[in-house]
């Protein structure tokens, strides 16, 4: 099964990154909120990262890390081929 994690900003660009999944190779990155099978309730630590508890639980299921460029990458490709 294709489970792979990476952080991506919330609105593109630089800012603040939230950790996304994506469950299968021609589908988006999707905020971890967007799957509550997988997600779990996040730490109630001012100034954490959104998602970190889900980044762990994911982790030790064996879902695969991918650096957030290469996942900008895919999603720039994905475009350019529906275009």
């Known amino acids: 099964m294709h489970r792979q994690m990476c952080w991506l900003s919330k ?3 630089d800012g603040e990154k939230i ?3 994506q469950t299968a190779p021609n589908q988006p ?3 971890y ?4 099978q997988y997600a779990v309730a996040d ?5 954490g ?3 970190w508890a ?4 994911l982790l030790k299921a064996g879902w695969t890390v991918v650096h957030s460029a ?4 895919f999603s720039s490709n994905s475009a350019e081929v529906k275009s």
């Open 19 to 21: 950790l996304h999944l």
């Open 29 to 31: 990155w999707r905020p």
């Open 49 to 51: 990262s959104l998602g």
């Open 43 to 47: 730490y109630k630590i001012e100034g």
């Open 54 to 57: 889900t980044y762990q639980k």
């Open 11 to 13: 609105f593109g660009g």
């Open 33 to 36: 909120t967007a799957f509550p």
């Open 70 to 73: 290469r996942a900008n990458e």
